[in-house]
């Protein structure tokens, strides 16, 4: 008689969630109030807006909106009309800010949804006054380039339209904001000089209220802060300063399963394009997660341009301790040598973490080369998403 091949008892693991998703985000709604409210602390006498572009940075618009406007904010900025609209219903007494302005055919959502366009060029400008004159007043806020060179009157022109005597009565913007290019490096002279620019704009904006500071620009201290203060990615956990201690929570938590778990012989190769070559006989955990996921390529352990740069790949978070990431991240794969864990230990079915309260999303990105925005925004569709009031 021939011995069968076929397994008897189940091989996965007994303690693996049992479920249909092969990946899973945890998003933690008391984290995300908790830095909401620590950056409003950090404002100091300013008020504190909340940034909810791009699906709020990929953790999901309506529960974040819905968190920060608990915890109290009421003033909301967006990227576009659509996201505005998105948003109107979910904060109905909040004031929503769209970053990118005013168009022509898009002027209809403004009125409708009662969204406030961020006016940054002169165009955009001629656009809305042509839209107030036929519909009525409206309130807009007012962009100034202080030298990032994105969107933004600049200065000469911000100040030649405050005192223009063409200037329409019903021309009065509610805020007047500019943008940090190098927030994140505190020291940059930058700093200093978008802020004295800055000053110079808002001089002749008397009683118009003023925003200048992002996430990091909050951080730079009180003379950035001014009337309002637009926090984005802190609140998302994420770092907002460069080469320093990260002071905010987790907010999500990636995981994905592991779908097998191989052996391997010493001088074998790993993944496409046999990148990672085994320097020693090896245990590896095949992940359900690839960069279709947005877990990025470019966090290949070996077999990509960037490992010439950065000497490591990514790393995952298993049993207790770090597993690094090895060969090529594939569309929806990725290998994690998990042979320095004791061998019963990690079975199929089992959740590795990706990043999360036990592997800093800032670890990940930049052994990615990128920034915890990136990994953020590019959180795919494929994840399961939870949410959960936890203290991790
Ligand atoms: C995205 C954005 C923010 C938020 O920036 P973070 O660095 O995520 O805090 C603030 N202001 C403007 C104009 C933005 O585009």
Known sequence: MTKSTFPSASPFSSTAPVGEEHARLTIDLRALADNWRFMAKKSGGAR???????????VGLEPAARTFHQAGARDFFVASPAEGVALRPIVPDGRIFVLSGMWPGSERLFFEHDLVPVIASQEQLAVFMAAISERGDHPCALQVDTGMNRLGLTVADALALAHDPARPASFCPVLILS??????????????????????????????EAS??????????????????????????????????NPMRPVVK??????????AKIGEGVSYGAAGMLARDSRIAVVAIGYADGYL?????????????????????????AVPLIGRVTMDLT????????????RAGDFIELFGPNMPIETVSKAGGTI???L????????????IDADW
């Open 372 to 374: 915890d925005y990136v």
């Open 48 to 58: 504190t807006a909340a940034v909810l572009k791009a699906n709020a940075y990929g």
């Open 179 to 208: 943008h940090l290019a190098c927030g994140d490096e505190p020291l940059h002279p930058m700093n200093r000089m978008q802020l004295d620019r800055f000053r110079a704009a808002i001089r002749a904006y008397e009683g118009v």
């Open 335 to 346: 290998h994690f040598d998990v042979t320095d864990l004791p061998e019963r230990s990690v």
């Open 254 to 263: 990636a995981e994905a399963r592991i779908l097998q778990v191989r052996e």
């Open 212 to 245: 200048l500071a992002n996430s990091a620009g909050i951080f730079l201290g009180d003379e950035f802060h001014f009337q309002l203060t637009r926090p984005g990615i802190s609140l998302y956990g994420g770092a907002a300063v460069n080469d320093e201690p």
């Open 297 to 321: 390529r470019s966090l290949s352990g070996a077999g990509v341009p960037l490992r010439r740069a950065v000497a490591t790949g990514a790393s995952g978070f298993l049993h207790g301790r």
């Open 376 to 387: 953020l925004t590019s959180l795919g569709p494929r994840y399961r998403r939870d949410y």
